[in-house]
């Protein structure tokens, strides 16, 4: 089992930057396939991006490539979002997730969700 803490949201202006953190507590992050979801008001919840246990592989949503950055760090458990070039439409609740086991990506079924950190850009 594995328990998820995320910090970092806040509120920025478009063009803006933020870098997500997802704090991991628990045994063997290391295998863990992680995610970053996303859910805007009045909206389902999507994913946004997806990392190997490794980190080696990552997967993207069409509407964030090339401006989210997924990483992570096994040593110091954690996952990082890094979001460049933010635009109204990503204000959203910002959840981090993990799945254990060898399967990643977007379409997988996460198991445990962190509690969410708004993330407000302003246009």
């Known amino acids: 089992q594995v328990q998820l803490v995320e910090s970092g949201g806040g509120l920025v202006q478009t063009g803006g930057s933020l870098r997500l953190s997802c704090a991991a507590s628990?045994?063997?992050?290391?295998?863990?396939?992680m995610a970053w979801f996303r859910q805007a008001p009045g909206k389902e919840r999507e994913p946004a991006a997806a990392?190997?246990?490794?980190?080696?592989?990552?997967e993207y949503v069409d509407s964030v490539k090339g401006r989210f950055t997924i990483s992570r760090d096994n040593a110091k458990n954690t996952v990082t979002l890094q979001m460049n070039n933010l635009q109204p439409e990503d204000t959203a609740v910002y959840y981090c997730?993990?799945?254990?086991?060898?399967?990643?990506?977007?379409?997988?079924?996460?198991?445990?969700w962190g509690q969410g950190t708004q993330v407000t850009v302003s246009s």
């Open positions: 628990g045994r063997s992050f290391s295998s863990y396939a």
């Open positions: 990392i190997t246990w490794s980190g080696g592989n990552s």
């Open positions: 997730a993990a799945a254990y086991g060898s399967r990643w990506g977007l379409d997988v079924e996460y198991t445990y």
